[in-house]
């Protein structure tokens, strides 16, 4: 078949894989971190010839790239969760199952944790891709907190800089290589800085 306008021959590009391939490149980004990281190892994982990568994502940026964007936003950023707690509310947002669960999620964002700091289109992607619906989320539920009385209205002033403090923490963390981030860490974050500073009893 011979493309329009182009003189371009070949059968089209066949897309129905590139899910298990963008999943698959998260993966070991996960396992191996972004520097590590080859085209041949996704294609290999995938069974898929690297010159098909490389025909759709000409180079690993462009790879690591398409597979954040196609991860989506956080479900939370669609439907908070609401369990009539907002300490409950801000772990189950720690715990939600997107992007494999918090152990994998945590190790894809420390594999691409360098990478973020040395290329400006990774770190504008995450930052509108992960970052920015993770505060949008917290913001929200801070301030139904304090719609339904369980944060006093003399806090509301805190919470534009209360919604950025678990993001910005657990990515100074991952970034400085100051230790693991697991679910420890996110319960000392809420409990000890955030809930502290809204005076919300334990």
Do not use: C, N
């Not at 191996?32 to 080859?38: F, H, W």
């Not at 069974?47 to 989506?72: F, N, S």
């Amino acid at each position: 078949m011979t493309t329009s306008g182009t003189g371009r021959t070949g059968r089209p590009y066949d897309h129905s894989r590139d899910g298990l391939m963008l999943a698959s490149t998260l993966d070991l980004v996960a396992e191996r971190g972004y520097e590590r990281l080859t085209v041949d190892e996704v294609a290999a994982r995938t069974g898929k010839a690297k010159t098909t990568l490389y025909r759709r994502w000409p180079t690993k940026e462009a790879l690591v790239l398409a597979a954040i964007r196609d991860a989506g936003r956080p479900p939370e950023a669609d439907a908070l969760p609401d369990t009539g707690s907002l300490r409950a509310d801000l772990l189950a947002v720690v715990d939600s199952p997107w992007l494999g669960g918090l152990d994998r999620r945590m190790a894809v964002f420390a594999g691409l944790a360098s990478a973020i700091r040395s290329s400006e289109r990774l770190a504008a992607v995450v930052r509108s891709e992960v970052t920015e619906p993770y505060v949008e989320v917290y913001r929200r539920l801070l301030h139904r907190a304090v719609d339904r009385g369980e944060v006093g209205t003399d806090r509301s002033a805190s919470i534009p800089v209360l919604a950025e403090v678990i993001p910005a923490m657990s990515t100074h963390r991952l970034g400085a290589g100051g230790g693991s981030v697991g679910r420890a860490f996110f319960v000392s974050v809420v409990d000890d800085v955030v809930l502290a500073a809204l005076r919300v009893p334990q």
